[in-house]
């Protein structure tokens, strides 16, 4: 019979092995502890639901004129809850808070809808010419290049002028105008991909071209493509409320964040002393702006495997 040694120490048991954790899961707990990143987002979301929801708190429709303060809305037509005029009113009488939710609204469709087509045609042609190479590739990025010397306002100015300030053209402009950016990085991230072991495994076991370019090049294109969309959001809300700016964009009973800018820029010039005009749009712009600045360096950082 065995006899065991009471003062011996007990086996500890054994370590249980770690989960692995996959790349999304890893750069989402990343994303996380980034607390900027994580605030930004937050007032993201909050501008989202204050330009599609807001209108449901407002008293007054966009276009309704409230004709007890034309004239006199420097003095009498300021913020009130009483009134109901949240944000005031403009120069005609118009509730500035309805007219903020709808260019905040427009800005940010103008942002999402422009960088959506930038991405998706600027990541397929990107990997096309990336992955093809040789003669195509030099011309298809030498198409880019000669695209790229064009000035890209001016283009988009040229397109409203020629064929009318409608909301439809605008959104046309702003996308395709804007993919080239995207077509260069997508084909640098081609190149080291298209030589990686599971392309090669791909290649060999008959996979055709194109299901190489969808299935295999392009998702592990996804992180860049991520990150560059939550970048060039902004710059799409930029290109367009400088449009607006010039009265070559939204046009009248629209509005966007850069039309009420404007408008607000102008009654300080003349003189107004409504300063709540300009305040309340471009606070909501520029919040905008910086919230989608943060999270994209905040999902760059998360992304980046050489951090890890």
Known sequence: MAVTDPTATPLAAPARPDKGRSL???????????????????????????????????????ETVDFTLMGVNARNGGPSLATGHYFGVDDSGRDLYARTVQGTRLSLMIGLV?????????????????????????????????????????????????????????????????????ARIARGQTLSIKNKEFVEAAIATGVKRSAIILRHVVPNLLGVVIVYATLLIPDMIIYESFISFLGLGVQEPNTSLGALISQGARQILSGGEAAWQLWFPLGFFVATLFAFYFVGDGLRDALDPKDR
Do not use: C, E, H, Q
């Open 24 to 62: 999304w899961t890893d750069a989402r707990r990343r994303f996380f502890r980034n607390k900027a990143a994580v605030v930004a987002l937050v007032v993201l979301v909050l501008i989202a639901l204050f330009a599609f929801f807001g209108g449901l708190v407002a008293r007054y429709d966009r």
């Open 114 to 182: 422009g960088s959506l087509v930038a991405v998706l045609v600027g990541t397929l042609y990107g990997a096309i010419s990336g992955y093809i190479g040789g003669r195509t590739d030099g011309v298809m990025m030498r198409i880019v290049d000669i695209l790229l010397s064009i000035p890209f306002m001016f283009v988009l100015i040229l397109m409203l002028v020629m064929f009318g300030r409608s909301l439809l053209m605008l959104f046309i402009g702003i996308g395709l105008t804007s993919w080239l950016g995207m």
